[in-house]
């Protein structure tokens, strides 16, 4: 995931630049608007269906959260982003586009990673940053890799999702790059398709990294148990690095 670009921050001082960028990006991601009005009786007109749409684009992109919030897809304000929604976000996100023997999270993924990650012995920050290298996918969905491939503005998108949700949640210098996070981010996808995927991940490039032997798993939480403990695992990790830095 790449940082915030300069024309990101150029769009921050200037709103009205930032919607026109967001256009040109969503453009070129080849994402048409369609919009429809239900008329009484079935009357409407053409302007009004394109004020409408106007008013959509001109306005931004925003989806209204778990907690009713409003977020910008395409400049995302850190004070609109809440614990609560990344939370319920990634619990009911299925994991390779929902092609797995049963539903697995993306919550349920961000723990076994940043578990993985106390496991070797990495610090507390990389722990925590193992629990939150997806959160973005809590407003913009699990995008499988070769999806990612064919949508290259996407990582844009994604890195300006990232960058909003590590000031609002107050994460600080949470390195989700680190080399340390994407091992982890192998192992746990090698030891997911061992357990959920029809070919047993034998024919993947992660195949060897996971062993049943030593790591035993059962996944497939439900979306509520997920986002439960997903929350706890941020708490504990919270609490952990507060009391180190005291």
């Not at 001109?58 to 995302?76: L, N, W």
């Not at 925590?128 to 996407?154: I, M, Q, R, S």
């Not at 080399?179 to 995927?197: I, S």
Request: net charge negative.
């Amino acid at each position: 995931m790449k940082t915030a670009t300069n024309a990101t921050r150029r769009g921050e001082q200037n709103p009205g630049r930032r919607y026109t960028l967001a256009r040109v990006t969503l453009a070129r991601l080849h994402i048409g608007v369609e919009v429809r009005l239900g008329y009484a009786n079935g009357q409407g007109t053409a302007s009004a269906e394109r004020e409408a749409f106007g008013a959509l684009t001109e306005g931004g992109f925003h989806i209204e959260t778990y907690t009713g919030a409003y977020v910008d897809i395409s400049a995302p304000d850190p004070s609109d982003i809440r614990l609560a929604d990344v939370a319920h976000g990634l619990a009911h996100t299925c994991r390779g586009a929902g092609q797995t023997a049963r539903f697995y999270s993306v919550a349920e993924h961000a723990v076994l990673v940043s578990r993985r990650l106390r496991e070797i012995g990495c610090p507390l920050r990389i722990v925590l940053a193992g629990l939150h290298h997806d959160d973005p996918e809590a407003y913009l969905h699990d995008v499988t890799k070769p999806l990612k491939h064919l949508l290259t503005p996407y990582g844009e998108l994604e890195a300006e999702m990232w960058e909003a949700i590590r000031v609002g949640l107050h994460l600080g210098a949470c390195d989700i790059e680190h080399a340390a996070v994407k091992a982890a981010d192998t192992w746990a996808l090698g030891a997911e398709n061992h357990h959920l995927r029809r070919s047993h991940g034998r024919t993947w490039y992660c195949a060897d990294v996971y062993s049943p032997l030593t790591h035993p798993l059962n996944l497939g939480l439900a979306p509520p148990d997920a986002e439960a403990v997903w929350l706890r695992e941020h708490s504990r990790l919270r609490d952990e690095l507060t009391a180190r830095c005291c």
